[in-house]
């Protein structure tokens, strides 16, 4: 909407929020939840009263319940009012994601962590004594660690359980293993091939504990993490293409297929992997931007294209930073791609400098040696070195390309050969080694 002002100062611009709040960080949520910070409107980027002065009206608690593409009217369902029609020229459908609630008995009471307002209502729920002081999380998703994290700052006893065989499923065994290792070492119990048969509450309401097959765990509180969808139900209903991945189907220029005028951006729209060469739903707030302002910007009469993605992301799980881009080793294999990986340990800083941690690195590449992603795991300077390397696979350089690219030296940033040049030299001896 912001581009689209920006673009077209004689637009007329209204959008509806089912929520109380607009704009706002849902990935600073278990920050909030953590007592980094005490005000959750501090995740609020910006509000309905900033875009009513660029001239952008935001309705709050309007939720549209119905889209006619034929007549152009979509029909909003407001607290105390009667459903009413508003016409449209050009939609721009901007859902987001939904929270998975898995078929456990008991887990539909259990409310999502996902918005400020339900973000609120969990922080309250723990500091006010609703509850004692052990958490069970379901997941080990980035955001299921970064809870579990959160809940052990406030002092608390947490389990975190998950059916799969490791953390963080986007990441390599062996990565994950490392990722596993630092929530272990900060207190955080993991049970790893869990299932869940059921979550028991007391008579009033509040969570008792969460049985598993072999075992019940005490449990104040619970947190689900186990994943999101797309929200796309309205769109489908409406007659709008559901690609292959169950998100909206879209163009590089987000415009919906079969839909003339009907743009759609964010957690709810397809991508373009320009690795795998098709569409994928890959839901973080990086490509959520930048594709609401192609969104705009065409809906506005411009011209702009969303040029694909990797899957960078970043993350901060207990003294780690986690980071990756582009294909897993596994991802590859999936794909039916031939590729070649190699892992370094070594340090973040000159081995001698104070302050100097452990960093693991893991780079994958294909049989002739181009660079199809990679994984850090590191006390420090993991975030750094993602992006140097996400630009590499994203122009589709060589390891060894890489092994030889003029990267700053510095002793309190790395030693002379940085982690990411030693990892690059040790995939290329890999490359040449599998040939």
């Known amino acids: 909407a912001a581009t689209a002002r920006r673009l077209a100062p004689e637009l007329g611009i209204r959008a509806f929020e089912r929520g109380p709040y607009t704009s706002y960080s849902a990935c600073g949520i278990p920050y909030f939840v953590a007592g980094l910070f005490d005000d959750a409107e501090r995740l609020i980027s910006r509000r309905p009263a900033e ?38 020229d050009q939609l721009v459908y901007a859902t987001g994601a939904e929270a998975v609630v898995p078929p456990i008995p008991g887990a539909e009471a259990i409310e999502p962590v996902r918005t400020v307002d339900a973000a609120e209502r969990f922080r309250d729920q723990l500091l006010n004594g609703r509850g004692g002081g052990c958490a069970v999380v379901i997941g080990a998703s980035y955001l299921g660690l970064e ?24 990441l390599d065994a062996d990565m994950a293993a490392e990722v596993q290792a630092a929530a272990e070492g900060k207190g955080i119990r993991v049970l790893l091939g869990g299932e869940i048969e059921e ?13 598993l097959v072999d075992e019940e765990l005490e449990a104040d509180h619970v947190v689900l993490s186990t994943g999101v969808r797309p929200a796309v139900a309205l769109a489908e209903a409406a007659g709008l293409e559901i690609g292959p991945s169950g998100a909206l189907a879209v163009d590089d220029h987000q415009r919906c297929a079969g839909a003339e005028g009907v743009f759609a951006a964010g957690d709810c729209a ?12 890959v839901q973080l707030g990086t490509h959520a931007n930048k594709q609401g302002r192609v969104a705009g910007t065409n809906a506005a009469g411009g011209d702009a294209s969303f040029p694909g993605l990797i899957g960078t992301a970043v993350s901060k799980i207990c003294r780690y930073e986690v980071a990756r881009t582009g294909l897993s080793e596994g991802e ?16 973040t800083r000159a081995g001698y400098f104070p302050g100097t941690g452990p960093i693991r690195v893991k780079l994958v590449a294909d049989a002739g040696g181009r660079l199809l992603g990679g994984q850090i795991v590191g006390v420090e300077g993991a975030a750094k070195r993602i992006d140097v390397l996400a630009a590499c696979v994203w122009s589709g350089m060589a390891v060894d390309e890489l092994e ?19 990892a690059a030299r040790a995939t290329a001896h890999a490359v040449r080694a599998a040939a």
């Open 199 to 211: 979550i028991r509450r007391h008579p009033d309401g509040r969570a008792r504990s969460v049985k």
């Open 270 to 281: 397809e991508s373009w992997h320009r690795l795998l060469e098709r569409p994928v739903n």
């Open 51 to 88: 875009f009513a002065e660029q001239g952008i009206e935001v309705v709050t608690e309007a939720e549209v319940v119905d889209i006619d593409l034929d007549r152009r009217e979509v029909t909003v369902a407001r607290r105390g009012r009667a459903p009413a029609r508003e016409g449209f």
């Open 332 to 347: 590859a294999a999936d794909a039916g791609i031939d590729v070649v990986s190699a892992s370094i340990d070594s340090k």
């Open 147 to 170: 809870m579990a994290e959160a809940l052990i700052e406030r002092g608390m006893s947490v389990t975190l359980v998950d059916r799969a065989d490791q953390v963080m499923t986007t």
């Open 404 to 422: 030889m690219l003029d990267l700053s030296y510095a002793p309190p940033f790395s030693g002379v050969y940085d982690p990411l040049l030693v």
